[in-house]
């Protein structure tokens, strides 16, 4: 199993996402996050389950993260934590952090985007005159903060970045249409980031949700994730602390 568990209990799971691997796959027997985590779930004794020989184990999707992207996520294993979580989400107290390795250094060591967004087939697009031109088109924002910069082998910085709202590729959108695409980022990046990408010094999109806050929905508790990027692409930053950290 690619997956990695990082907590488990009897209402929820908390796991490192592995770049390259889809949360859910639409082609039937492509290997998935969900697939493999429902596997698991079926190993034991009805934890899990909808009920005894009632089927395939309960498993709630809270969040999602895109394929080229590793790090935590939570899923709930019963309806009622399942709800309890997306309430969390919505309201803005599960609260996720991402790292990303721009390629270029912004103006301002903390800032905001803001842009519109629209998703064209397999690619999301920022437009300007949303009302008038593009009336499908939704806000994205996220806040950044610069944590580091090198120039190795070009100028990078590594940001902290916290997103508002959940749109499709938001961060890579964004950051590249501000001039500063993610490093590895072919889809997204200009041709000196795809060539960049290829080389064996670094491992796809340099993006990483490292960090996951929220309360436990049974207990109460407060639970907090902390996981170090497995991309090489981070290795050259010093800002990144050397091991994964839970608490809760």
């Excluded at 969900?34 to 079926?42: D, G, Q, R």
């Excluded at 905001?112 to 499908?136: C, H, I, Q, W």
């Excluded at 916290?162 to 993610?182: K, M, S």
Aim: charged share 25%.
């Amino acid at each position: 199993m690619r997956t990695e568990i990082l907590y488990e209990d009897k209402i929820i799971m908390v796991i490192r996402k592995p770049a390259g691997l889809a949360v859910q796959s639409a082609g039937i027997g492509q290997p998935d996050v969900v697939s493999e985590l429902k596997s698991h779930l079926a190993k034991l004794p009805d934890t899990g389950r909808l009920g005894p020989g009632k089927g395939e184990p309960y498993l709630g999707i809270v969040h999602r993260l895109d394929q080229p992207v590793e790090g935590v996520l939570v899923f709930a294993k019963e309806k009622k934590a399942a709800a309890a979580l997306t309430k969390q989400l919505s309201d803005g107290t599960l609260n996720k952090h991402y790292y990303a390795v721009l390629c270029g250094y912004p103006a301002v060591a903390e800032g905001e985007l803001v842009d519109y967004l629209r998703k064209e087939g397999s690619v999301a697009v920022a437009v300007t005159g949303r009302e008038k031109n593009f009336p499908d088109a939704k806000i994205a924002k996220l806040h950044y903060s610069i944590l580091e910069k090198i120039n190795q082998p070009m100028p990078l910085a590594l940001a902290d970045v916290c997103i508002e709202t959940g749109r499709f590729h938001q961060i890579r959108v964004q950051f590249a249409h501000a001039g500063w695409p993610l490093l590895g980022d072919t889809k997204y990046g200009n041709t000196t980031v795809a060539g960049t990408a290829g080389s064996p010094a670094y491992g796809g999109v340099a993006l990483c949700a490292y960090s996951l806050d929220f309360t436990h929905p049974g207990s109460g508790k407060k639970m907090s994730f902390r996981v170090k990027p497995q991309n090489p692409a981070f290795e050259k930053f010093t800002k990144i602390p050397s091991e994964d950290i839970f608490e809760g």
